[in-house]
């Protein structure tokens, strides 16, 4: 009997929760936030790449009689299949008003959690894997990660402090298992500890960034205990469940019989067991599905049989499940049995994250049909037996072979017929398997091709008898190469063989130069590559047989992928002694929120609980690239329950509407002419964000399109379309041009990096009903811009509006301008209905719709002596700013003033255009144009030594800037410590041997290179902008001696909080305990700059500073009169004489200020300087590479914090790595952005880190311009992770060199993907692909 409507039971944190209720579209995450209102979990992405909304789940299996733990993103868990069983959350493993737990604490001790928005999510995967087992190894715990990104650490620390957990890190410590008896492990020489890889645990207490023996011991007997309930009764175990919602009927029956019953009925039902594919089509594509049925009690469907020919699985066992049955298999059956699921297993470990795996079925991988389904080339090529049932029909056998798919995710499954099983069968004695994957990122990430090889040889020769292959990502389904499987039979194993094999797959898979997903020639080239890469392994296998069979010791390079190595790293850095009074300034002090990330407890603007009568707001973005607006129709969008408001241009008076940081050529609405998709057209409030977003795509939109539509540089120049033009010029450029030695030109680009801050914007606007007063919380870091745009837009004078942030969950740049877009729609909303509004954007949206870090290209010319030293240097630099100004021309002018990096150039010329194009209005990002412009200095210098054929090495530091040298804009050195960076990078790197050692590498392997390369940086530290160099703080001291410090800067992760508490607590000599920071206001210090340009501590430091002193010298007097009493003492004793105890402070930057007319004038305070070398390995073939290690010295005077400095330094790194070699925006030629959440866009994850990752903070340099002698360290180190790009570089030269081709004349744009470094590396391979003639065909991507 079916029964009518059930209540869902499940249990939260321990305890139970009843839901009369439910929605089944409401997923875990927006149970746990809304209805529960447990907001430790956090919401990155909605579509399970980011793991911020990991929590464990737990139930009990009765078969084994144990409690299964597995980590879950609650934002693709549909709440409903939560019935019956255990969710944990951050909140519920410790929290700082009671007990941290040792995860939590870890984490935050180790200085992993920076702007805490991924911690929560981190902290449960570790948490769920050490409840599965309580000594992991280090593998383990790399697995566990796989499904988590973190924007701000470079995760180094995390590593770091969660490695306490492992065994690996027990060994090393106790030195219990290999041990010589010294505490040294086996590894001899290579032991962590003698190479300070155990972040230096033997060094000085004071010289570590923390300390483990402090840790609290880590006891898995105090762990909560899974609720008796469920493990005493299965009665909510085995129920037909059935959830009716408006629109959306759950139903998970219990027998094969219902399922099938169902099905007939609802032949459109979705079958849901992962969700982890619907999930994403219903948020992201916007599908309903009426009907759902969950499969997960049907035994025919969740049971692993070991037959005697095969495995069979049921459809909704999940990854994980089946990799466990596998890895059995493994382990009981002879090797050869295995080959296929070897196959499987390996191919798993790059297949998405441990929570997808967990949760994820085999069924749903093969019935959504994806042409880039990993596990669907193994199971066509291994031809594995389907079982299908329907009602009517009965059951039906099939094999998976080419005629399988029918189209782009479609099968010749019927509608009504529901996938049971699959059998995989062992393979044979004579058959071989290899299955290949490449992907932009090695871990959790599609495929952009893979492919699955299957070959059996006749018994005991080397004559294929039959080859099955088969390719994901090369057509709109996995496809066969059915010429080459029947040409190549009959064949002996050779090289003839292989190459007819290309012959065929050449012809077998044909991919349009117009094909979806681009990269077309490295498509076609992989195909190619995977086949040499299986022929060299079978070979290799059939050696054993047929010992005659010749390998190329140097061809066997082409075999292996990369695999992660358990990472090592050191940092050094200076602890200033501490004298007896309290000085906190230069300790290494954890950030000081980050015990309340850990737990989930820090709040973040949208976790602030709701306001009574709050409304939500949904954008309505344009979907045309250029184009005048005809007409905005609300009508539909209106009509529906629950929405409130439209407004759109016609509600606001022209003026208003006009909005910007710089120029007002921004509009809150766009009014007449939209000038890129995703534009804001309309906003609609309602009263929640599935309303309001379901009602704002109902409104109708019509457009008259027009043209041109720019989106290249190159389209731009052809148009003249530039917002600015400027030029610094500096000496005779002409005429050294005329007389210099040599001359040479060249060019260089960087594509677009998104942001993404792990929390998008987002925006409360709350209108306090008197005096047209409103209050917006905010995730801004520029509050003070933000209360001005709103009083703008609704006509009412600063004063009344009041910006609040208390933290924000990463910024970089991308909240320094662009809240306008989601912010002032919701203050005008607020405003005109008097009621609060909500808004957080959409990962989608954030990435749609504001902007990203400028693509950059510079073309210039060089002249330099016969010694390499540069005499001038002409260069014209352009970014692509998007639609309006925002902060590009000063991204620009900043691109300007560092093009030479660290080189001294007398005579310069520097063009800079800012092109307008017709994609989002590109903003500032970490380094502000900067790294961009560097990239061109670095890349001349490099061109140069090539040019002459010398050392690089010896090039660059003969270039190098010296003491007293004037810049390009005739700023004088001083304090400069380049050269001494320098040359303790190049010996901390032991760079010539290991250069030397780079070069016997390469010379050993053809198909794998190592390149390794040195980089320095320089960085101007001050806005560019004069009248941006000032800060304000206040400071509130109370009667019981406890402190409110507010100041001008806003804390996004990067440590500022925490620095100016230090300060103050120095200045004041009372512990950091007695100093709070509740929030940036801008009621408590207005008109503040944005917290940007690297500037934060540097400015606000100095306006605490001047506040404290005020404090201290106004408490002089009674220290003086009662030296031996206390803080508390002096303070109340001041209040009782009436003395005032709060102050203010202010600051302003001395001796800046830059004037363009005259090339004169200081533009920067002073310059933060760095050097950076590392290491890389790349596959020719594929073009995957792994950084192997970067060694960083970095100067920064006498840091504030060691530890948050160099977090700064390591996350810049990281994200510049992601710049220079990772991420990459895709574009449409018509504008549309392709990449709009993590599944697309990749950062670099847990392994990408180097290997090896040492950094070193240069001891003894104190800067006398800035706050207790520090330097500004955001930016400054995100350009050292060129020295990536570079190291490629130097990588793809031999691999050319060995193709026989020049090594120098190529390019290699950044960032250097896969595509790119696998196209550099010509081969007898790529020359097989005939190039398609550019101009013939419409490309699906282009480059910004
Ligand atoms: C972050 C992320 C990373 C991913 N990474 C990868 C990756 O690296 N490689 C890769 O190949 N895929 C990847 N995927 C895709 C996805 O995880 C897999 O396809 C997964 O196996 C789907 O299983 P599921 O149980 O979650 O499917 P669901 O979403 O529950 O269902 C998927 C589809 O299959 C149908 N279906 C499911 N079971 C049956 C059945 N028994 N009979 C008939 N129809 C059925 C459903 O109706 C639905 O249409 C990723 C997805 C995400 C969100
Ligand atoms: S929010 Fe769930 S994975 Fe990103
Ligand atoms: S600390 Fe990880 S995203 Fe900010």
């Known amino acids: 009997m079916i029964p009518e409507q059930t209540n869902l039971i499940f249990f939260v944190n321990g305890k139970k929760i009843i839901e009369k209720n439910v929605n089944p579209e409401w997923t875990l995450l927006y149970y746990l936030r809304n209805k529960l209102n447990l907001c430790g979990t956090k919401l990155g992405c909605a579509e399970g790449g980011c793991g911020a909304c990991t929590v464990m789940v737990s139930r009990f299996d009765r078969k084994s009689q144990k409690v299964v733990h597995i980590p879950v993103n609650a934002c693709l868990a549909p709440v409903c299949a939560m019935h019956g069983l255990a969710i944990t959350t951050v909140e519920g493993i410790g929290s700082t008003r009671t007990k941290l737990h040792p995860v939590q604490e870890r984490i935050a001790k180790a200085h992993g959690s920076q702007c805490g928005f991924c911690t929560p999510g981190i902290v449960m995967s570790m948490y769920t894997l050490l409840r599965n087992l309580p000594k992991p190894s280090m593998k383990d715990m790399e697995v566990a990660f796989q499904g988590n990104l973190c924007r701000c650490t470079g995760y180094r620390p995390i590593i770091e402090g969660y490695k306490t957990f492992t065994e690996d890190w027990e060994v090393m410590q106790n030195g219990t298992a290999l041990t010589n008896g010294n505490g040294v492990c086996g590894m001899g020489d290579k032991c962590c500890k003698l190479q300070n890889g155990c972040n230096g645990t033997d060094k000085d207490d004071n010289e570590v960034l923390f300390k483990p023996h402090e840790f609290t011991p880590y006891d898995p007997t105090q762990e909560p205990i899974f609720p008796p309930e469920l493990k005493l009764y299965d009665t909510l175990d085995r129920e037909y469940l059935v959830f009716k919602g408006k629109d959306v009927t759950w139903y998970r029956p219990t027998q094969l019989k219902d399922l099938l019953e169902l099905k007939h009925k609802y032949p459109d039902a979705k079958i849901i067991v992962g969700n982890t594919e619907v999930g994403v089509e219903v948020k992201f594509k916007h599908f309903i599905y009426p009907v759902l ?129 699959i059998k995989i069968p062992y393979t044979k004695e004579n058959q071989y398997f290899y299955a290949y994957k490449q992907a932009r990122r090695r871990d959790d990430d599609i495929a952009i091709v893979n492919s699955a090889i299957n070959v059996m040889f006749e018994t005991k020769t080397m004559i294929i008898k039959t080859i099955d292959l088969a390719f994901g990502g090369m057509a709109p389904t996995t496809v066969t190469a059915p010429k080459a499987s029947k040409n190549l039979i009959g064949k002996p194993w050779n090289q003839e063989t292989l190459d007819l094999a290309y012959t065929y797959l050449i012809d077998d898979l044909p991919l349009s130069p117009s094909a979806p997903g681009g990269m077309i020639q490295y498509r076609r080239s992989l195909t190619l590559s995977f086949f040499f890469k299986a022929f060299l392994a079978i070979s290799e296998q059939l050696q054993k047989l047929f010992p005659n069979i010749i390998i190329d010791k140097r061809e066997m390079s082409a075999i292996d992928g990369f695999h992660s190595q358990i990472p090592k790293n050191s940092q050094y850095f200076q602890v200033l002694p501490s004298d007896e009074k309290i000085k906190s300034v230069g300790q290494p002090i954890p950030h000081l929120s980050a015990f309340k990330q850990a737990t989930g407890e820090a709040i973040y603007c949208d976790d602030m609980p709701y306001f009574s009568n709050e409304l939500y707001m949904g954008l309505v973005l344009s979907t045309k690239t250029h184009a005048n607006i005809v007409s905005i129709d609300p009508t539909e969008a209106l009509k529906m329950e629950g929405v409130h408001a439209f407004y759109s241009a016609k509600d606001i008076p022209e003026e208003q509407n006009k909005v910007g940081p710089v120029l007002h050529d921004d509009e809150v609405f766009i009014s007449k002419t939209v000038t890129c998709q995703g534009q804001v057209l309309g906003a609609v409030i309602a009263d929640d964000q599935i309303t309001a977003q379901r009602a704002a795509r109902k409104v109708k939109v019509t457009y008259e399109e027009l043209q041109p539509i720019i989106i290249t540089i190159e389209d731009a120049i052809k148009h003249k379309s530039y917002l600015v033009e400027k030029k610094i010029e500096k000496g005779d450029v002409d005429k050294i041009f005329a007389t210099a030695p040599h001359v040479i030109e060249g060019d260089c680009r960087n594509g677009a990096q998104e942001h993404f801050y792990l929390e ?197 530091r003969m270039n190098l800037y010296r003491e007293g040298d004037l810049t390009h804009y005739n700023q004088k050195l001083e304090y400069c410590t380049m050269l001494r960076c320098w040359d303790e990078c190049v010996a901390s790197s032991n760079f010539a041997p290991r250069k030397k050692e780079v070069e016997r590498f390469n010379r050993e392997n053809r198909w794998k290179k190592r390149g390794i390369s040195i980089v320095p940086t320089k960085f101007g530290i001050a806005f560019t902008a004069l ?134 004038g200081n533009a920067f305070n002073y310059f933060t300087f760095g050097v950076a070398c590392s290491e890389v390995e790349i596959d020719c073939l594929t073009g995957d590479h792994q950084v192997l290690k970067t060694d960083i010295v970095m100067d920064l005077g006498e840091s504030l914090n060691p530890a948050i400095d160099i977090g700064q330094v390591e996350g810049a790194f990281v994200q510049g790595y992601g710049l220079f070699a990772l991420e990459e925006m895709v574009y449409s030629p018509n504008g549309t952005i392709f990449t709009r959440g993590p599944g697309a866009y990749k950062l670099p994850g847990f392994a990408d880190i180097p290997i090896e990752f040492n950094v070193s903070l240069l001891k003894g340099a104190p800067n006398p311009r800035a706050v207790y002698s520090s330097k500004a360290v955001g930016e400054p180190p995100l350009f050292l992770a060129s020295s990536v790009l570079f190291a490629i570089r130097e990588a793809i030269k031999s691999a050319r060199l060995d193709a026989g081709l020049s090594e120098n004349n190529f390019k290699l744009y950044a960032p250097a993907t896969a595509a790119r470094i696998r196209m550099a590396c010509e081969d007898h391979l790529t020359a097989k692909l005939d190039e398609p003639k550019p101009g013939t065909f419409i490309p699906w991507n282009v480059i910004p």
């Not at 035994?299 to 466990?324: F, N, W, Y």
């Not at 005499?871 to 300007?896: F, K, P």
């Not at 001291?1037 to 992760?1053: A, F, N, Q, W």
């Open 760 to 956: 998008t914007h987002c925006t409360i606007a709350v209108p306090k009903k008197e005096d047209c007063e409103m209050e917006i919380f905010s995730s801004t870091q520029h509050p003070s811009e933000l209360g001005k745009l709103v009083a703008h837009v609704l006509n009412v004078p600063q004063n009344r509006i009041v910006t609040k942030v208390k933290r924000m969950g990463g910024g970089f740049g991308g909240k320094e301008s662009r809240f306008i877009i989601a912010a002032l729609p919701a203050a005008l909303a607020a405003s005109r209905l008097d009621r609060p509004v909500r808004c957080m954007l959409d990962r989608d949206e954030d990435m749609l719709i504001t902007g990203t870090r400028h693509p950059f290209y510079s073309k210039y010319k060089t002249a330099f002596d016969n010694d390499g030293k540069i005499l001038g240097c002409e260069i014209h630099i352009y970014n692509n700013a998007g639609y309006s100004t925002d902060l590009s021309i000063s991204v620009l002018e900043r691109a300007m003033f560092h093009f030479e990096n660290a080189y001294e150039i007398p005579h310069v010329r520097v063009k800079g255009f800012a092109c307008k194009t017709n994609l989002p209005s590109n903003t500032a990002f970490r380094g502000f144009g900067g790294p961009q412009g560097m990239l061109a200095g670095e890349t001349m210098i490099r061109e140069i030594a090539e040019y002459l054929n010398k050392n690089t090495e010896d090039i660059i």
């Open 1027 to 1160: 009248f941006l160099n000032q800060a304000g703080a206040l400071i509130h001291v109370y009667t019981d001696g406890s402190v409110l410090l507010s100041h001008g800067g806003t804390e996004m992760g990067q440590g500022l909080h925490t620095k100016m508490i230090q300060v103050a607590s120095t200045v004041l000599e009372i512990p950091h305990a007695k100093i709070h920071i509740s929030e940036t206001a801008t009621d408590k210090v207005p008109n503040t700059s944005a917290t940007a340009a690297s500037s934060g501590s540097d400015l606000n430091g100095m306006a605490v500073m001047y506040a404290c002193e005020t404090i201290k010298q106004r408490l002089e007097p009674y220290k003086i009169k009662n030296p031996k009493g206390k803080w508390e003492d002096w303070v109340l004793q001041a209040y009782m004489d009436r003395v005032s105890l709060s102050a203010t402070g202010f600051y302003r930057t001395p001796n800046i200020g830059y004037n363009w007319e005259t090339n004169s």
């Open 293 to 421: 049925i969950q499969p997960v009690l049907i035994p025919e469907m969740t049971e692993i049989t070991q037959l005697k020919d095969c495995m069979k699985i049921g459809a909704s066992v999940t990854l994980q499940d089946m990799e466990d049955a596998l890895r059995e298999q493994l382990r009981t059956q002879p090797q050869y049995r295995t080959r296929i699921f070897l196959s499987i297993i390996e191919m798993l470990n790059w297949f998405a994250g441990k929570q997808i795996r967990s949760v994820a079925a085999v069924g749903g991988n093969v019935m959504t049909g994806s042409p880039i389904s990993d596990l669907n080339p193994i199971f066509i090529a291994s031809k594995i037996e389907l079982e299908l049932r329907s009602k009517e029909n009965g059951t039906r056998k099939v094999i998976m072979d080419e005629k399988f798919f029918t189209g782009y995710r479609r099968s010749i499954v019927n509608k009504d017929e529901i996938l049971v099983a």
